[in-house]
């Protein structure tokens, strides 16, 4: 296999990393806001990463949880937890005053970030053609939110903050993390949601007898759940390993814009759920704006195979930093 062959072939398994992560993501979204009236977001937390813990533990194994317990006291893989954590605490603060399908399409102006953080701190170039790949599918995000119409609010700042947020995560495990193994870094993010959902958990408890204290997905106390519930955090658990270990290989495997631009599939999979689960049909306008980031993914793959080739082959040569990834016996 030739080098050109190998990192296209690189290329085309993150792109498929990335795609099966979105489809889970948008699928565990969608029941997150399905079950949002019966559980808060940090009790969802801490029961979602005690779900997960022992999945994540059956597949890293006796060695790979000693590789996280040493992960843990690296600085990058710290700095990326708590970037993901960022994300999603701002994402989930704009769910009281967005809508779900809003919120998504703002938090999914990350692409454009990542391009931008890529090229600025990774050194990864695109093609003038890639750059107007990138500016189509922004513009389409731009036809979903419409600002300066009533669709728009104020609020759509947080999801465009946590989409700052995960595009630097995506870089910082592009530059830093990529000799991490994947697991490791869900178990990492696995373990930094737990942390948050207990601290969470414990301040709504304190608030909650405060008569300005609203109950919402966001500031909901600890509360007893039916067994349908259950199993909806059951799923969530399997899910949050699958996108989050897909993820973070996707990033590792392929270029960062070129990853970032094929995270816009998650808009197509959360249409799909919110159509099926909760009769949410897009408009014409919307449905314009879907074709336009889907085009954009086809713009930049086929105009910057060559640039971003070279831009993995320069990375893979690149010193790891001294730390070294270990594999399953």
């Known amino acids: 296999m030739t080098p050109m062959t190998g990192t296209r072939t690189s290329s085309c398994q993150g792109i498929g990393c990335i795609v099966a992560s979105v489809f889970c993501l948008s699928m565990a979204d969608a029941l997150v806001k399905y079950i949002s009236d019966d559980v808060g977001v940090w009790q969802l937390y801490v029961l979602r990463a ?69 090229a600025w701190l990774a050194g990864e170039r695109l093609s003038t053609a890639g750059w107007w ?18 669709h728009f609010t ?56 405060d008569p300005a204290h609203a109950m919402s997905f966001l500031t909901l106390p600890w509360q007893s759940l039916a067994p349908t519930t259950w199993g909806v955090l059951g799923g969530l658990a399997v899910l949050f390993v ?42 014409v306008v919307t449905a314009v704006g879907m074709l336009c980031v889907g085009v954009a993914g086809v713009c930049v793959w086929r105009a910057t195979p060559d640039r971003m080739s070279s831009s993995v082959v320069s990375a893979d040569a690149a010193p790891r930093s001294g730390h070294s990834s270990w594999s399953p016996e």
């Open 242 to 283: 699958l996108a989050s270990s897909t993820v973070a290989k996707a990033y590792q495997l392929a270029p960062a814009a070129l990853i970032g631009v094929f995270d816009y599939a998650y808009l197509i999979f959360a249409t799909g759920w919110g159509w099926w689960l909760f009769s949410e049909k897009p408009d």
């Open 50 to 118: 005690l779900l997960a813990s022992p999945l994540l533990g059956m597949l890293l194994g006796r060695r790979g949880v000693m590789c996280l317990g040493r992960a843990l006291l690296r600085r990058w893989v710290l700095v990326r937890t708590g970037l993901l954590m960022a994300m999603w605490v701002t994402f989930y603060a704009a769910l009281p005053t967005l809508t779900l399908s809003m919120a998504a399409v703002a938090l999914y102006t990350s692409p454009l970030f990542i391009a931008l953080f890529a």
């Open 154 to 209: 104020p609020t759509v700042a947080l999801p465009l903050l946590a989409a700052v947020c995960y595009a630097l995560a995506s870089v910082v495990t592009r530059i830093h993390c990529r000799s991490e193994r994947a697991l490791v870094l869900s178990g990492a993010l696995n373990l930094g949601f737990l942390s948050m959902g207990v601290a969470g958990c414990v301040g709504m408890t304190l608030f909650a007898g």
């Open 133 to 150: 790949g990138i500016v189509l599918g922004f513009a389409g995000v731009v036809l979903i939110l419409r600002p300066g119409t009533m």
